[in-house]
């Protein structure tokens, strides 16, 4: 292995020891309890998530860290690839992986080889429909995935290990924290760490630099996109439609693409964790792949960023409030499931005649009926969808929760509970 490159791993040692205290994550323990039953972990998300962050202060006393997005790393790995693991020593981090998908069947030649042995090598990567792919075909049996988004409320607070509300409570898990005074102050913010850590960081910037540096990257690495202007036009006509159903021809006709470019630029914000396709509800499962899904951003400062709010208050009154009120509240349940390392089964339900809820949240085949309502004073018509639904599926639904940005929590009848967003 050539100098340079000994030298990249000494540095990046270095840069560990430097880096700066972080957020508690719910994903902490579910980590090592993977890393310890399985030869590999794969930690999928958005960039900037912080997912080498945490296994940075997870594991980086015993696995040196290698990022792949480095051109002349990148080059190293591909040209001597035993040469390169044999230079990370016994056990290694392996950053943003799906930048060297070839290295993976060396990877499993390496854990073939130690049969027995666990949490040898720990993968990010930022573009989950390549990677797992990858994966799948090299590793299969071998890796446990997971998947981490930027920071939920919880985690926020300090209690990364809180309950949700519909269940029970368990010994050792602290109620849900405050978020800062100004809700919308902090939903404007978004949820990405590196501006949770610094608190004065120029928001909009800082999501503007996102936008470019790394959304349009992905776009031109997994999908070949010519016209990035006609892309970020794609993005804001998106963002303008979270919390709705999605239909393919209305964003074609308005940013003037085909159907299939849209649904080539939504697979690429899917796969790398940018958006939600929350699919509706039947008791015939067969027929919920064949209607249209709801969209959902996944960090709601980055939502605000694309639609153009920067003021909370016009935020909050504005003709997006209750979108981006009900992305938050889609957003972080789906984050308290995934970052215990659960993989949710999420849907909305919707009729015909126009009776719907939010959120279904499907465990152990009951259902939990969530809304969400940007009023902060509670009033019993809200629970009128989920005594539909109760109607609908008698026998199968749960207590329902109608979520607000106020600070009462109320019974409202029908069996539903009007429950402050800081308590979700």
């Known amino acids: 292995m050539d100098r340079p490159f000994l030298a990249f791993l000494q540095s990046e040692c270095k840069i560990a020891r430097l880096m700066p205290a972080f957020v508690d994550r719910t994903l902490g323990p579910v980590l090592r309890r993977a890393a310890a039953e399985f030869p590999a ?4 998300g958005p960039r900037q998530s912080g997912k080498t962050t945490l296994l940075t202060k997870l594991f980086g006393a015993t696995h040196r860290r290698v990022s792949l997005e480095l051109p002349d790393v990148r080059a190293a790995a591909l040209a001597d690839p035993r040469g390169f693991l ?5 056990s290694a981090i392996l950053d943003e992986v799906q930048n060297a998908p070839e290295l993976l069947p060396y990877v499993k030649e390496r854990i073939d080889a130690r049969r027995g042995e666990k949490g040898l090598y720990l993968l990010t990567g930022s573009q989950n429909l390549l990677l797992l792919e990858r994966v799948t075909e090299s590793l299969a049996g071998r890796a446990a995935v997971l998947k981490l988004l930027p920071l939920s409320r919880r985690e926020i607070a300090g209690a990364p290990h809180a309950s949700l509300p519909w269940e029970e409570r368990a010994v050792g898990y602290p109620a849900p924290g405050q978020l800062p005074d100004d809700l919308w102050t902090a939903l404007l913010r978004g949820s990405f ?7 004065r960081r120029d928001a909009v910037l800082w999501h503007a630099s996102y936008v470019q540096t790394y959304l349009e990257r992905d776009v031109r690495n997994i999908r070949q996109v010519g016209d990035l202007t006609q892309f970020q036009t794609f993005l804001r006509a998106l963002a303008a439609r979270s919390a709705q159903l999605l239909r393919l021809s209305e964003i074609a006709r308005d940013v003037g693409v085909a159907v299939n470019t849209v649904k080539a630029w939504i697979s690429v914000l899917e796969a790398t964790s940018q958006i939600l396709l929350l699919r509706p509800y039947h008791a015939n499962v067969g027929k919920r792949l064949v209607k249209s899904p709801k969209i959902y951003f996944t960090d709601t400062g980055l939502l605000g960023y694309l639609v153009g709010l920067r003021d909370p208050r016009h935020a909050a009154a504005g003709p997006m409030g209750g979108a981006i009120f009900e992305t938050a509240v889609v957003a972080e349940v789906l984050k308290a499931y995934l970052h215990r390392g659960i993989e949710p089964s999420l849907h909305f339900w919707r009729t015909s005649a126009g009776a719907e809820v939010d959120l279904l949240v499907e465990v152990d085949g009951r259902l939990i009926p969530v809304e969400a309502k940007l009023s902060a004073t509670p009033r019993t018509a809200w629970s009128s969808g989920i005594a539909a639904l109760r109607g609908a599926l008698p026998g199968r639904v749960d207590e329902g929760w109608v979520i607000h940005p106020g600070d009462v ?11 402050p967003f800081n308590e979700l």
Do not use: F, K, N
Request: glycine share 12%; net charge negative.
């Open 193 to 199: 760490p590196e501006l949770a850590a610094e608190p």
């Open 86 to 90: 044999d230079a990370l020593g016994a």
């Open 409 to 419: 929590r109320i019974p409202l009848g029908s069996g539903a509970t009007a429950l």
């Open 41 to 44: 972990v794969v930690l999928t």
